[in-house]
């Protein structure tokens, strides 16, 4: 992953999900992004993955390589892009993240694992007030 230039990053929802799959899994073929997102549930087909990747490299925000077939993989930090929808989500927040996190868990389950990580954040967070 190649660093690059600390920029707002704007990115349409199917952008976001493919950085997100490159993030959490690797380099991946437009075979393998394909499959993830199907397994997901996504309706996607095939030839809109491989138009959706051919865009992100072409903006530098997915790399591929010369190889065939042919492997790509996020060019940007996951710090570099959340930082620009935290500014937004605040912003739409009005600063208080507490109805944002109840809105979150009244549409989904948490996961135990990002229970145990919030619940971290908040300890540290709490730790660190205390200092």
Not at 60 to 88: C, L, M, N, W
Request: glycine fraction near 6%; charged fraction near 25%.
């Amino acid at each position: 992953m190649s660093p690059r230039k600390k920029q707002t990053l704007k990115l349409a929802p199917g952008e976001f999900e493919l950085l997100e799959l490159f993030w959490s899994n690797g380099a991946m073929t437009i075979a393998q992004t394909h499959e993830k997102l199907l397994a997901k549930g996504r309706q996607i087909a095939y030839p809109t993955v491989q138009t959706r990747l051919n865009r992100l490299v072409e903006k530098k925000i997915i790399g591929k390589t010369g190889y065939f077939p042919a492997h790509y993989d996020a060019a940007v930090r996951q710090e570099d892009v959340s930082g620009a929808y935290y500014d937004q989500l605040e912003s739409f927040c009005g600063g208080n993240i507490a109805p944002l996190m109840l809105h979150l868990a009244e549409k989904r389950d948490f996961q135990p694992s990002e229970i145990a990580a919030l619940k971290q954040i908040i300890k540290r967070y709490n730790k660190e007030k205390r200092s």
